[in-house]
């Protein structure tokens, strides 16, 4: 058989089709990995990025579930909060503005420029604070939130941390 296989692959009339099928062969071997990568691109999407107000929610709930476990009978407590908005940019301006008074009728003006640093190609506005996210509510979920008197001060300890009014905060009891 062996031979048989020898002899056909040395006749000429066999060679054009081991040639094709040689070209199949690396052409598969060409495409295949590309469709893998491909596929292996579709199943490893990366993690969305989180933004710094995202961070600075999530860690604000951490840290106010663990102030508020540490509450005489509140027990274990998860908290979700709640916000008006995203983080906002606050930059530099330059204000220049005029009064005058003529026949005793007051009139304004006021021009506004925002401050910029580097060079012609790359100026870049000057930031001077970022403002956090303002919370507009929040719900805790504790083990002692059924005691009248728990409940009182987890809402209050709520609305000291976060500069909340008492009727924006709600405190459930843990099934």
Request: with cysteine.
């Amino acid at each position: 058989m062996k031979a048989n296989i020898l002899k056909k692959l040395t006749d000429k009339k066999y060679r054009g089709a081991l040639a094709a099928a040689l070209c199949v062969g690396v052409l598969l071997l060409l495409i295949l990995p590309e469709s893998s990568k491909k596929d292996k691109a579709q199943t490893e999407q990366p993690l969305p990025q989180l933004s710094d107000a995202d961070r600075y929610i999530t860690a604000t709930q951490q840290r106010l579930a663990e102030m508020i476990s540490d509450i005489q009978g509140a027990g274990r407590a998860e908290v979700m909060l709640t916000c008006e908005g995203s983080e906002e940019y606050v930059y530099a301006a330059d204000v220049s503005g005029s009064a005058t008074a003529a026949d005793g009728k007051q009139s304004s003006q006021s021009d506004s420029k925002l401050v910029t640093v580097g060079g012609s190609s790359d100026k870049q506005p000057v930031l001077v604070r970022v403002l956090a996210p303002r919370f507009s509510g929040a719900l805790i979920v504790c083990d002692g939130a059924d005691v009248p008197s728990v409940r009182e001060r987890v809402i209050n300890a709520v609305s000291a941390a976060l500069d909340l009014p008492t009727s924006k905060i709600c405190v459930e009891t843990r099934r």
